[in-house]
Each structure stands twice: as C-alpha cells, then as structure tokens.
C-alpha cells in the first residue's frame, strides 16, 4: 500500500459492510458500504457521507485513493 504513495484509501463497497475506519502503515483507511437493494448508494445516510466528506477534507489522509467496486459482478 505504501508504494501507491497514497495519505488515505476510501473504499466505496455495495456489500453492506459495516463503516469503519483505521490506519494501516501510517494510512488512513476508510471502508463504506451500503445495502445492495436496487442502485449503489442510493439508500447512503447522510451520517455515512459525513464521514466520507470528514475523511477527504482531513489534510493527513492526502492524497487519497478512492476504491469502488460497485457494478462488478
């Protein structure tokens, strides 16, 4: 992870999994989920994206990688 030079990783999963952040070699990590009903993302609480938004405006996780495996099969 750390050769990706990256400060933060913000992992956007349709699985459901539980929010939760951490660091991991002195990277932020940031792993958001929603409920696979219909559309990715569209049922996302606004607790949800303020943790998001928290995340990315949090200087100490630039530059961030931002992973989303929505629409894979």
């Known amino acids: 992870m750390a050769d990706l030079m990256a400060g933060g990783v913000l992992?956007?999963?349709?699985?459901?999994?539980n929010d939760n952040a951490g660091s991991?070699?002195?990277i932020g990590e940031l792993r958001l989920g929603?409920?696979?009903?219909?559309?990715?993302f569209v049922n996302i609480s606004?607790?949800?994206?303020?943790?998001?938004?928290?995340?990315?405006?949090?200087?100490?996780?630039?530059?961030?990688?931002?992973?989303c495996k929505c629409g894979k099969v």
């Open 11 to 17: 992992h956007l999963d349709s699985s459901g999994g």
């Open 46 to 67: 606004k607790d949800t994206i303020t943790v998001a938004f928290r995340f990315l405006l949090d200087v100490r996780n630039h530059p961030v990688l931002i992973h």
């Open 34 to 40: 929603s409920s696979d009903e219909g559309e990715p």
């Open 24 to 26: 991991v070699d002195g």
